[in-house]
């Protein structure tokens, strides 16, 4: 089976622009969770979608939004880019109380 | 206060030895406590899941958690070079709701020298 898969890989961006990430989560798990990883912490947690409604959201702006598709897929939306959004972007798919995390998308904002 | 602390290191053994990594919190609601490895620039691999007080083994990884001291600890036996990564604690509650935020610890990077 296919793990969480993210994409793109790499992107990079100007400030002031908009961003839009995919994830699809492993295949039966309805549960997608976002978070942002900056270089040297640990993965801070941005979102969780469970069955296309949001559950949860972290400390984060307005600038950030997420949705869910009826495949359980999942988009992460990032407005008026700032230098400090450049980091790690990583979808988990969860199942029961187990999360696995994707490769990660690396955004660099310049 | 961070709700989960963990010692960045960086920690650098030599292969064959036995590693500990920890963490403490502070937050007592949390229930489930994960390690994570992560390579860099990779996402993070789930290692160990437990929800209880006590150790779990799996090969050459045990977790060990103590609620009453809010500590928890992940071992590694026999060391390997393979084993070098950051490894990440994560911590979380799940309410009712579903609400499953993950708390990370800011991960321990370990080099274990051939």
């Known amino acids: 089976d296919a793990g969480v898969t993210q994409s793109p890989t790499h992107l990079i961006k100007t400030r002031g622009q908009h961003v839009t990430l995919r994830c699809s989560p492993i295949?039966?798990?309805?549960?997608v969770s976002w978070y942002q990883q900056v270089l040297g912490q640990g993965p801070q947690f941005i979102f969780q979608?469970?069955?296309?409604?949001?559950?949860g959201r972290g400390n984060f702006p307005d600038r950030f939004s997420a949705r869910q598709f009826p495949n359980y897929s999942s988009e992460l939306n990032v407005n008026a880019l700032l230098l400090g959004d450049s980091a790690l972007y990583l979808c988990?798919?969860?199942?029961?109380?187990?999360?696995?995390f994707g490769q990660g998308t690396r955004l660099t904002v310049v | 206060q961070k709700e989960v602390e963990q010692d960045p290191g960086p920690l650098s053994v030599p292969e064959g030895a036995i590693v500990s990594l920890n963490c403490t919190y502070s937050?007592?609601?949390?229930?489930?406590f994960m390690w994570y490895r992560q390579y860099s620039r990779k996402g993070p691999e789930l290692l160990m899941y437990?929800?209880?007080?006590g150790n779990k083994e799996d090969g050459r990884f045990t977790a060990q958690v103590d609620k009453s001291s809010k500590y928890i600890s992940l071992f590694i036996r026999d060391s390997q070079p393979s084993d070098s990564a950051t490894y990440l604690c994560?911590?979380?509650?799940?309410?009712?709701?579903?609400?499953?935020?993950?708390?990370f610890g800011t991960g321990t990077r370990l080099t274990i020298i051939p």
């Open positions: 979608y469970y069955e296309k409604e949001e559950r």
């Open positions: 937050n007592s609601a949390f229930q489930y």
């Open positions: 295949s039966g798990h309805k549960s």
């Open positions: 988990a798919s969860r199942y029961r109380t187990e999360a696995f």
């Open positions: 994560a911590m979380s509650v799940i309410s009712n709701f579903g609400n499953e935020k993950l708390t």
């Open positions: 437990t929800y209880s007080s």
